[in-house]
């Protein structure tokens, strides 16, 4: 009689957790993933104790072994994609972010990773493609005419 209450308390702590982490309070979210994991060992709950880990403790490598131990249980699950580029964001790698971030689309996606994609943006291609991105012509250019309104 004892397990099944273990297992809801452990299941509203991970939905507490995510609503925390919703509205940035990692700290919280870290916290309550802490609790939920010690009552019931979920590993497709690992991605998200994996943002938390890297966002507040600056675990970045323990946050993607995380991530990487959710998604070998589930690798069709587009919230782990999402939650290992949030890692790499944080820890600075923003082209292996996007890469698994669209990786995460490919397998199907969800609201939440196209909004993050999209709010990354995407890079325009540079006026000039045969000089390199960094060359002047292609970055002063290119902001000149997007500040004037003449570059999509």
Not at 32 to 41: G, H, I, Q, V, Y
Not at 48 to 58: K, Q, T
């Amino acid at each position: 009689m004892a397990q099944p209450d273990l297992t809801t308390d452990a299941e509203k702590l991970f939905e507490q957790a995510l609503e925390a982490l919703d509205e940035e309070d990692s700290l919280t979210a870290l916290a309550l993933l802490e609790r939920a994991l010690k009552l019931r060992d979920a590993v497709h709950w690992y991605s998200w104790m994996g943002v938390c880990v890297a966002r507040e403790r600056g675990q970045h490598r323990r946050g993607m072994e995380l991530c990487h131990e959710a998604l070998a249980a589930e690798p069709d699950e587009p919230a782990h994609y999402l939650n290992l580029g949030r890692v790499h964001l944080i820890a600075g790698d923003k082209p292996e972010a996007l890469r698994v971030m669209r990786e995460g689309m490919a397998k199907g996606g969800n609201p939440q990773l196209a909004q993050t994609l999209e709010r990354l943006g995407m890079r325009r291609r540079p006026l000039f493609p045969g000089l390199s991105r960094n060359n002047p012509l292609n970055r002063y250019l290119g902001l000149l005419l997007s500040r004037l309104g003449l570059r999509r």
